[in-house]
């Protein structure tokens, strides 16, 4: 029960080269149009990132990676922005978006990992999802 | 940060010797610190205080009887942490068949 991970991990093969699914992650429109949120930022190493959901909640992250083609990693900062301009608690979590081609597709491995305050990961706990759509 | 914030029970969970604690109190169902030193290699003395932070962070509760204080699991908590993962877990599913569609749509 307790000696797996405390991350979410998905994995999917794709119809598309590396290049392209990278624009799709690196082009905040579009990946606005994916990603069920409208994102707005560069996608460099440093720069702050913003989701702004459905209901109007912004979300903050900082893009700790960015290798075209390969890699995007971001940190969720651990406070959330509601609608009526209060600052709420939310749980920070690391995004690390792995693509790696294969067979003529590509591979997109994605975990999301929770983290402490300090931006470490939390230690691992037990809980483990996998997925392959 | 507020022990009862459903984050707490990571941090709580994130000692591997407190991990054990709690599976050994998960195989007794309720057990006071000594007799869970029976199944563990390490004291009494340190089982009950990783039972305190176990409290703090709301995963265990506690009941006297006597003098003994006997300890068990709160399922409640830790489907806190399970509910973690599975709405991250279904957000990218979302998120990747999306992706999907736009993909094709580009081709």
Known sequence: MLNGVSDVEKEDLLPASPEEIWESLADPD?????????VDGRVEPGEVLTFTGADGTERRAVVEFAEPGRRLVFRYLPNELTPDGRSRRRESSRVAILIEPFDGQTIIRITETRVGSAGTPRPQIGFHARART | MNPRDPEYVFDALGDP?????????GSLGSATPTQLAQHLPITRQAISKHLDMLAAAGLVSMHKQGRQTFYRLTPERFTDAVGWIAQVGAEWDTRLAALRRQLRKKR
């Not at chain 2, 010797?17 to 109190?25: G, N």
Request: hydrophobic share 45%; net charge positive; charged share 35%.
């Open chain 1, 30 to 38: 579009r990946l606005s149009e994916w990603f069920g949120a409208d």
């Open chain 2, 17 to 25: 010797t407190r991990r054990r604690v709690v599976m050994q109190l």
